[in-house]
């Protein structure tokens, strides 16, 4: 925290090529800090920190409303068209010690489509690069962020029915990060009361950890 008014959270979007990663950090800061376009090819290519202006009516802690601060590192997607997964991850590992070495992260968002399925491989690819990230305790420190939710509303599924519905593989992947989950409308998370339920929810993610930061340190090998 900056001050007792005031309320920082560090946030890391993570995931595949064309999952809407960078338009949901977007999303997450009210702006339009990083580049997002659809490409043939891997957008993303480094990182880079957005950060969000004081944001007030989200958070209240002992009574007392709070300004809250977004803090977001937007990465290059895994698997990516032009970097190996050691570039990546070492090019992650860095910017994550580097802005978040000293206050440490809150959460690690997973971006996947939900009106995609989810494959096996594909989550198994995603659960070992971000257990390489993060280490043993990842689960506690990862959410999943399922994007485009409006193709699947236009599809006739509601969230109940979604899940209902989901493969196998995305259930267990939800079930393993303890159900932290949210539902991501890009482009009316960017209407701010649309923005303001996205953020609590990611608030009550970390309230239920207990406002817990996961220290990251590079070690070079």
């Known amino acids: 925290m900056a001050d007792s008014n005031e309320m920082t959270i560090n946030l ?15 999303s997450l800061l009210g702006s339009s800090d990083f580049v997002s376009h659809q490409s043939p090819s891997s ?11 004081r944001i007030s009516g989200i958070i209240r802690r002992n009574g007392c409303e709070l300004a809250l601060r977004v803090r977001v590192l937007d990465t290059p997607s895994y698997p990516h068209s032009g970097l190996s997964k050691e570039q990546v991850r070492d090019t992650v590992s860095s910017a994550l010690a580097h802005h978040f070495g000293e206050e440490g992260l809150h959460l690690a968002l997973l971006v996947l489509r939900a009106d995609l399925p989810l494959c096996p491989d ?23 962020l ?23 593989t995305l259930l267990s992947l939800l079930s393993s990060v303890q ?9 009316k998370s960017i209407i701010k009361e ?6 609590r929810k990611l608030l009550n993610f970390i309230r ?5 930061v996961l220290l990251l340190k590079h070690s070079k090998e």
Request: charged share 20%; net charge negative; glycine share 6%.
């Open 208 to 212: 239920q950890n207990n406002y817990q």
């Open 146 to 168: 399922l994007t485009h939710a409006d193709k699947t509303e236009e599809a006739g599924f509601s969230e109940e029915a979604y899940l209902h519905s989901a493969s196998s």
């Open 12 to 26: 890391v979007v993570l995931g595949r090529t064309q999952t809407g990663k960078s338009a949901a950090g977007n």
């Open 194 to 199: 649309e923005r303001a339920i996205v953020l």
């Open 122 to 144: 594909e989550s198994d690819h995603a659960v070992q690069f971000i257990q390489e990230l993060l280490g043993p305790t990842w689960k506690d420190f990862t959410a999943v």
């Open 179 to 187: 159900h932290k989950y949210i539902f991501l409308d890009n482009q």
């Open 43 to 53: 957008v993303t290519t480094c990182c880079s920190l957005g950060r969000s202006c």
